[in-house]
């Protein structure tokens, strides 16, 4: 019995052992595979920063790349609309700068925390705004439909070396971006090795468990378990990527819907902003309708009236019936002045700067802001610049100052009194010319006045403004060589300042009225042959009659077709042919410049002097050639001077062939 208990105690004391053995080699195990673990996900985590600097390095060169492409793209978009003045060119140039802004920014954002990238991308944000400052110039040009600046300031910044520099930058960021690729595809590859070894040791000693496992059957069935839980968690592993995959799926379909959806609404929003400026200019047309309707009704009854007048006083009281002739006369200048204005105002007319008299201009174009503005709006001139001229474009000028009379109409609501005021000034460089616009209207809040003058910004409600006018004042003085200045305060008012620079040389300011008002005296020195070419029976009459009347020989034709004939025939009568064509330019079947191409292929040496009373015949300059182009309606006298001009010219011609 006492062998017994002791051999109880040697088994207790053996299973104790056993136990405490199982337990320590089991702790031991436990350290060994905790150590090892920790060993694997410090490699796998290594393994996966490689990776995540692997792709921000790939990321950041496709950026350089997408900037270098949208830069690419922006520059032939504005080289097409500077030359060919598309707006679509024009949209696409701002869409592509846009973008590559935008890759800037994501660039600036992957590269912050790398020093001398971070330094290089911040020198490509100053000479992509450099670039864009002189892009930007070129495209407002193009915008007004300036072809030659905008060609010419787009050529300015070809010659630069902002492009140059560009490039540079985005070659010296790729070549460090791959320097630091190639040195993280190193430490990718160090990291791989380094998990590899952690899996193989790791490995091992599994195998080491599961031999040490084989002889207890707790272990056995404890790794048992372990390999059927790891098996249903790799099945529910494997559920969770196919999940997430269908969820990728599915969310690429949506962004592709997304995508469709937000390009069709922005070709709805160009559309609908093309209609919108279109509906604008509409509404400006019919505010000045009601008010050039009246003028003209004022200005035909002057005209009706004078002429029943004097038919009525002819016969007995002949110098009565010369004052209401004359008074007919002025009634029908003045309604020639203000369709001259009109066609002025609507651009028909070309583009030129002149030496313009600011006050003068402002005084004869007051009359039509005062019909734009309407009669609740009080409009006082306070013309202080006597004397002094600027050289600008004076329809440009005319349609900046109705610009600001239409804003300031709109911030009185119809209702208040306006200012046109003009003082000189002097600046640091040059003396200035002020021309400010005052109103009495709710004013602007600082956040207004910083974007006034962008593009398409506006504050009026949806439909009553394109946010175009203050952009255009801006373009105008600038391209004049001047600037805008604007001091507001909210629910006192608004002041615009134009400031304009003073022309060098006095302006000679020519009395179109004082040179209409008589017919040069006498026969002229030289009487002309005269072919008149007008498909218009009415006005080829009183242009023969009028030519006659100036002492010329005058020969009629009503159609431009039959001039070819009439040439060769006035050659073979001996008659020395036509001294000068007088000619319209809208005419059936054959245009004047037409006309005259065929004419002067068989005589070159042909003067021509064209007659219109189209507007937009001023800007087919290349159509017109060198010859001189007279306005309908003239006057006797303007006749008289552009026949003397063309037959001076021709007689110089001939002097010199000689």
């Given at each position: 019995m006492f062998e017994r208990d002791i051999d109880s105690e040697t088994d207790r004391r053996r299973e104790r052992i056993r136990f405490w053995l199982t337990i320590g080699v089991a702790t031991v195990l436990a350290g060994v595979v905790a150590a090892l673990v920790l060993?694997?996900?410090?490699?796998?985590?290594?393994?996966?920063?490689?990776?995540?600097?692997?792709?921000?390095?790939?990321?950041?060169?496709?950026?350089?790349?997408?900037?270098?492409?949208?830069?690419?793209?922006?520059?032939?978009?504005?080289?097409?609309f500077a030359v060919g003045l598309q707006k679509k060119d024009g949209r696409i140039y701002e869409q592509q700068w846009g973008r590559a802004r935008q890759f800037v920014t994501q660039l600036e954002r992957n590269v912050r925390d790398n020093p001398a990238q971070a330094a290089l991308v911040e020198q490509l944000t100053k000479e992509m705004d450099s670039r864009g400052a002189q892009l930007g110039d070129a495209a407002l040009s193009a915008n007004y439909n300036q072809t030659v600046a905008a060609i010419s300031k787009f050529y300015a910044a070809g010659q630069g070396d902002g492009l140059v520099k560009i490039d540079g930058l985005l070659t010296q960021i790729i070549t460090n971006e791959r320097a630091l690729l190639r040195?993280?595809?190193?430490?990718?590859?160090?990291?791989?090795?380094?998990?590899?070894?952690?899996?193989?040791?790791?490995?091992?000693?599994?195998?080491?468990?599961?031999?040490?496992?084989?002889?207890a059957t707790f272990s056995?069935?404890?790794?048992?378990?372990?390999?059927?839980?790891?098996?249903?968690?790799?099945?529910?592993?494997?559920?969770?990527?196919?999940?997430?995959?269908?969820?990728?799926?599915?969310?690429?379909?949506?962004?592709?819907?997304a995508n469709v959806a937000l390009r069709s609404e922005m070709t709805e929003r160009e559309a609908a902003e093309e209609q919108l400026r279109q509906a604008q200019?509409?509404?400006?047309?019919?505010?000045?309708?009601?008010?050039?309707?009246?003028?003209?009704?004022?200005?035909?009854?002057?005209?009706?009236?004078?002429?029943?007048?004097?038919?009525?006083?002819?016969?007995?009281?002949?110098?009565?019936?010369?004052?209401?002739?004359?008074?007919?006369?002025?009634?029908?200048?003045?309604?020639?002045?203000?369709t001259r204005r009109l066609l002025a105002f609507a651009r028909a007319e070309p583009a030129r700067p002149e030496m313009t008299a600011i006050d003068e201009s402002i005084g004869s174009f007051a009359p039509l802001i005062e019909r734009t503005i309407g009669d609740?709006?009080?409009?006082?001139?306070?013309?202080?610049?006597?004397?002094?001229?600027?050289?600008?474009?004076?329809?440009?000028?005319?349609?900046?100052?109705?610009?600001?009379?239409?804003?300031?109409?709109?911030?009185?609501?119809?209702?208040?009194?306006?200012m046109i005021r003009t003082t000189p000034r002097q600046a640091a460089t040059a003396a200035m010319l002020a021309v400010e616009v005052i109103d009495t209207g709710c004013g602007m809040s600082p956040e207004v006045r910083e974007r006034v003058f962008d593009p398409f910004y506006t504050t009026k409600p949806a439909g009553q403004g394109t946010g175009l006018g203050m952009s255009q004042v801006f373009a105008f003085c600038r391209q004049s060589g001047g600037e805008v200045q604007i001091a507001s305060t909210e629910g006192e008012g608004t002041t615009v300042a134009m400031l304009l620079p003073v022309a060098s040389a006095p302006c000679d300011i020519i009395d179109e009225a004082a040179t209409d008002a008589a017919v040069t005296a006498g026969p002229p020195a030289h009487a002309l042959t005269i072919l008149v070419v007008e498909d218009d029976a009415r006005v080829l009459a009183a242009t023969v009659d009028a030519v006659r009347e100036l002492g010329h020989r005058a020969v009629a034709c009503g159609n431009p077709l039959e001039a070819e004939a009439l040439v060769e025939a006035q050659l073979a009568g001996g008659q020395g042919g036509f001294d000068l064509i007088l000619?319209?330019?809208?005419?059936?079947?054959?245009?004047?410049?037409?006309?005259?191409?065929?004419?002067?292929?068989?005589?070159?040496?042909?003067?021509?002097?064209?007659?219109?009373?189209?507007?937009?015949?001023?800007?087919?300059?290349?159509?017109?050639?060198?010859?001189?182009?007279?306005?309908?309606?003239?006057?006797?006298?303007?006749?008289?001077?552009?026949?003397?001009?063309?037959?001076?010219?021709?007689?110089?011609?001939?002097?010199?062939?000689?």
């Open positions: 060993l694997l996900t410090r490699a796998n985590d290594d393994y996966d920063r490689s990776l995540g600097w692997q792709a921000q390095s790939l990321e950041v060169i496709a950026q350089t790349r997408s900037v270098d492409a949208a830069l690419a793209r922006a520059e032939a978009a504005l080289g097409r040195e993280r595809n190193r430490i990718a590859a160090a990291d791989r090795a380094n998990l590899d070894q952690a899996i193989l040791l790791f490995s091992l000693l599994g195998a080491l468990a599961a031999m040490l496992a084989i002889g056995l069935i404890r790794a048992e378990s372990e390999r059927r839980l790891a098996r249903r968690e790799q099945v529910a592993e494997s559920d969770r990527a196919m999940q997430l995959e269908a969820a990728v799926e599915a969310r690429t379909a949506e962004l592709e819907q200019k509409m509404e400006a047309v019919g505010q000045l309708t009601g008010g050039i309707a009246h003028d003209f009704n004022n200005m035909l009854a002057v005209v009706v009236g004078g002429l029943e007048l004097a038919e009525r006083w002819l016969p007995g009281e002949p110098e009565k019936a010369r004052r209401h002739l004359a008074n007919a006369l002025d009634g029908a200048n003045r309604a020639a002045d203000l609740r709006i009080a409009l006082t001139l306070d013309l202080g610049a006597d004397g002094l001229a600027s050289r600008i474009d004076r329809q440009q000028f005319e349609n900046a100052l109705l610009n600001l009379a239409v804003n300031a109409r709109d911030a009185m609501n119809g209702h208040g009194s306006l000619s319209d330019v809208l005419m059936p079947e054959l245009t004047g410049p037409e006309m005259v191409a065929r004419l002067t292929q068989r005589w070159p040496a042909l003067s021509v002097l064209f007659v219109t009373g189209y507007a937009g015949d001023a800007s087919q300059e290349a159509a017109f050639g060198d010859h001189d182009v007279l306005r309908k309606p003239f006057t006797l006298a303007a006749l008289d001077q552009a026949i003397r001009r063309t037959g001076e010219a021709r007689r110089e011609t001939r002097q010199l062939a000689d």
